[in-house]
């Protein structure tokens, strides 16, 4: 009786417990985004797609692929390099989800060098 007591109260307080947080990390793959100037970044307007990006800052555009490991962590990798830094893939952390942006950090290549950063949703 104690058992299925016991069972009974484990199974009503697992089922109570529900999150109110609606998982929805995935919307960062998709739409249009701004990278503000300012922190070591000029502004960058971005356009992605499931396995392209769009990159314009300056007068500069690069196509770029995508490749997103999880909801998380992406790489990135320029389709037509310009030089050699643009060889190396870049990989992206998303460290913390805001209300439409999230703050991440980039590391090029297998280099030490690393930024971070803060990317907005407009679309």
């Not at 109110?20 to 995935?26: P, R, V």
């Not at 793959?29 to 970044?41: A, H, N, R, V, W």
């Not at 392209?52 to 007068?59: A, D, E, T, V």
């Not at 950090?105 to 280099?111: A, N």
């Amino acid at each position: 009786m104690k058992y299925i007591f016991s069972l009974l109260v484990f199974f009503i307080l697992f089922s109570s417990c529900s999150s109110e947080i609606k998982d929805n990390s995935d919307q960062f793959k998709t739409g249009l985004f701004e990278i503000p100037s300012g922190k070591g970044f000029v502004k960058e307007t971005i356009i992605r797609t499931d396995s392209l990006q769009i990159s314009k800052h300056g007068n500069e555009i690069d196509t770029l692929s995508i490749n997103w490991k999880n909801n998380f962590f992406y790489t990135l990798r320029y389709i037509n390099p310009k030089n050699d830094l643009q060889k190396d893939p870049m990989f992206v952390q998303i460290n913390k989800i805001k209300k439409g942006s999230y703050d991440f950090t980039v590391k090029i290549g297998f280099s030490k060098f690393s930024k971070k950063g803060t990317i907005y949703k407009i679309k």
